[in-house]
């Protein structure tokens, strides 16, 4: 069997290392990067902490609006996948590199497997709900984290095969969590005290392009009644600076602001957190799994069970509520959602009974 994978941004490289190095064990993967993020700290670290393979063509696509940035990959992958002539190609998650891999293929008449297929948020301004709902209809074979994804696809009348692998990151999560909890390197790095502080992240498009919810976000930090540690995503680390809002964060006192993270780095910092403040969406599970309430910044989720297991409540941009939510104490109970820490070994043996010899 003859896999080529593209993968292009940060979450992505975090899946593939569930996934690549087993599935090179019994099958030939072509490893594309599309280089959607490039910087060392939002790619190349990722490579080197979590032993993903290095990439057999990097495509150093870089960055443009969504439309301009799927054009260029489209127009890279499709030569490519002529070239290369994969059973399968296989695409992750919701960015612009998981569609334009998955439409070349279909364009060139391959199958696509979704890993991480059937999320939603019912928010179509989302460019990532858009290339969701795109790459599905696109897809083969779709595989899921839960069994809530399947009831979307089921809705949605999905043509390809659906099956529930579970969560490829929470693999990952579950590995390196245990040694991440006893590293103190990062929270001496960061001046901060285990379960006093917040951990920060927020770059999503909606929060961080429209200067007005640019400054809800900012003010929602500075008014933090407790140290925060935010490793800034170069897209909220661009806009701040374009608002001239940067140096107000760097001056509050309780805020400390890092590049970018390596994954042992930010993993140490969550598991020890007071609570995580994001609105990403791999670290919203990844906090559930470690035990620390999340409050995400979105009034939409794709991970419904972590709020509906009482240990994530979404809040927007609203401070008040933030704040609030701070005060909560996480339930009891935290029952395993998102799979066992085996996802990745089922998406191989489904891609080989699905497209192998
Ligand atoms: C992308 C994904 C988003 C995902 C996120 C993970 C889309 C539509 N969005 O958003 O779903 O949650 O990745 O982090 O695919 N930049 C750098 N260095 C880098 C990468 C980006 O400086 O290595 C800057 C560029 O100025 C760029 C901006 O960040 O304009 C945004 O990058 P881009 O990849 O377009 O979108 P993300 O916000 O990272
Ligand atoms: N992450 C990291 N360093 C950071 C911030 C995030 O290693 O400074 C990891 C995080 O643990 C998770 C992934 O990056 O595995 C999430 O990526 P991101 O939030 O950029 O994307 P999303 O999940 O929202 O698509």
């Known amino acids: 069997m003859r896999v080529l994978t593209v993968i292009g941004n940060r979450p992505q490289f975090v899946k593939a290392a569930a996934v690549s190095r087993r599935l090179q064990e019994v099958a030939t993967e072509v490893l594309v990067h599309t280089g959607q993020h490039y910087d060392d700290e939002m790619s190349a670290v990722f490579f080197d902490e979590l032993g993903v393979p290095r ?12 439309t301009e940035q799927t054009a260029r990959m489209l127009s890279a992958i499709a030569p490519l996948i002529a070239a290369e002539r994969p059973d399968v190609v296989l695409v992750y998650g919701d960015t612009n590199s998981t569609l334009a891999g998955g439409l070349a293929a279909a364009q060139a008449g391959v199958p696509v497997a979704h890993v991480e297929a059937g999320m939603r948020s019912f928010d179509r301004s ?48 579950l590995l390196v969590q245990p040694r991440a909890r006893e590293d103190d390197g990062p929270l001496r790095s960061a001046e901060v005290t285990p379960g ?24 929602l930090l500075l008014g933090l009644p407790c140290p925060a540690v935010l490793p800034l995503h170069p897209r909220t680390g661009a ?9 107000e964060l760097l001056g509050a006192e309780h805020v400390s602001i890092t590049p970018p993270l390596g994954y042992l780095a930010f993993t140490a910092l969550l598991t020890r957190a007071r609570a995580m403040l994001t609105d990403s969406g791999g670290v919203q599970k990844e906090a559930y799994l470690a035990g620390v309430p999340c409050i995400t910044l979105r009034d939409t989720t794709e991970w419904t069970e972590t709020v509906d297991a009482g240990w994530n409540v979404l809040v927007d941009l609203d401070a008040p509520a933030a704040y609030a939510a701070l005060e909560r104490t996480p339930p009891t109970e935290r029952p395993m959602l998102y ?19």
């Open 55 to 66: 990439p057999t063509h990097e495509l150093q696509l870089g960055t443009g609006s969504n």
């Open 239 to 247: 806009r701040l600076d374009a608002q001239g809002w940067l140096d």
């Open 339 to 357: 799979g066992d820490g085996r996802a990745g070994e089922r998406v191989v043996d489904a891609l080989v009974r699905a497209f192998g010899d």
């Open 126 to 173: 989302m460019p990532e709900e858009l290339n969701r709902v795109l790459t599905d209809h696109l897809s083969t074979l779709l595989l899921c984290s839960s069994a809530a994804p399947t009831e979307h696809l089921a809705a949605e009348r999905v043509v390809g095969t659906v099956e529930v692998v579970g969560d490829v990151m929470v693999d990952v999560a």
């Open 196 to 219: 006093e502080y917040v951990l920060v992240t927020a770059h999503r498009a909606g929060n961080v392009d429209d200067p007005e919810r640019l400054r809800r976000l900012v003010d």
